[in-house]
């Protein structure tokens, strides 16, 4: 059965291999993308893509709008966007803290509270929200990315005992270091002191995360809700 699939921060990374799986799938997937250019192997495939900024509420409410006139309500929500601006705590300002947290969790909280709107009068629907390993890890230099990503989990678990008796699931993936554009800023002995902390020796692939995301969001998971799926080569055990 094909479904509306909304996938923010869809056009690059971890967001973009999630659509594909999707598509892939059969459903009707849509992806915001807020700068540079809508994913055009994506959209090759029939994906549709919007503009949209998650910290600006009338573009999210515009998002939604464009995706129910084409796909009809959002069936299956990944809210993935996120940014970082890494910096050691004493040299953190206001403005880097709140940034984050405003993409990253109150973003969050936006595109959920607007998906769940339809889903509640569908009594269905999956949402699925990419955290990190870092969110219980902690990260030194990532004091506000640790603290809106660990954000998502009390989120998604509140969200999942309200609306648990709708048939609505929230779930959490919290991959560990993944391959994409946000990990390249990294030295090469970053990443080496990296994957020497993971068991498994090396980073995720893209495409690695998504698999969990689309488990999470299939008729197999009906009764999983409220968790917290680490996809993290074994990095953050015990957490
Ligand atoms: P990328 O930096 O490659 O992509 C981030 C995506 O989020 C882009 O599409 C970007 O859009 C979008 N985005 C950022 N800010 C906003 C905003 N305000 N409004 C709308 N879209 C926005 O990151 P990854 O693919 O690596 O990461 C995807 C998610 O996975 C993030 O939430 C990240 O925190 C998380 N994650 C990543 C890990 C990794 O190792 N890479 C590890 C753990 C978690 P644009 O192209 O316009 O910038």
Do not use: W
């Not at 660990?150 to 959490?172: D, H, K, P, Q, Y």
């Amino acid at each position: 059965m094909s479904r509306s699939v909304l996938v923010t921060g869809g056009n690059r990374g971890i967001g973009l291999a999630i659509a594909r799986a999707f598509a892939d799938a059969g459903d009707q997937v849509a992806v915001t993308y807020r700068s540079g250019e809508p994913p055009e192997s994506l959209m090759k495939s029939g994906a549709l893509a919007v503009r949209c900024d998650i910290t600006d509420p009338e573009q999210v409410e515009r998002a939604y709008k464009e995706v129910e006139e084409k796909h009809g309500p959002v069936e299956v929500l990944v809210a993935n966007a996120g940014v970082t601006r890494d910096q050691l705590l004493l040299r953190m300002s206001e403005e880097d803290f709140g940034a984050v947290l405003d993409t990253n969790l109150t973003g969050t909280f936006r595109v959920v509270k607007r998906a769940t709107k339809r889903m509640l009068r569908a009594r269905s629907g999956r949402i699925v929200l990419i955290s990190s390993v870092v969110g219980l890890l902690g990260s030194a230099g990532q004091a506000n990315y640790a603290a809106s990503k660990a954000g998502l989990v009390g989120f998604a678990r509140s969200v999942a005992r309200e609306l648990g008796s709708r048939n609505i699931t929230c779930n959490v993936v919290a991959p560990g270091f993944v391959d994409t554009d946000m990990t390249k800023a990294l030295t090469d002995e970053q990443r080496e002191n990296i994957v020497g902390q993971v068991p498994l020796g090396r980073y995720a692939q893209p495409e690695e995360v998504a698999a969990s995301v689309r488990f999470l969001a299939s008729e197999e998971a009906a009764y999983i809700t409220g968790a917290v799926i680490p996809v993290d080569g074994g990095l953050g055990m015990g957490h």
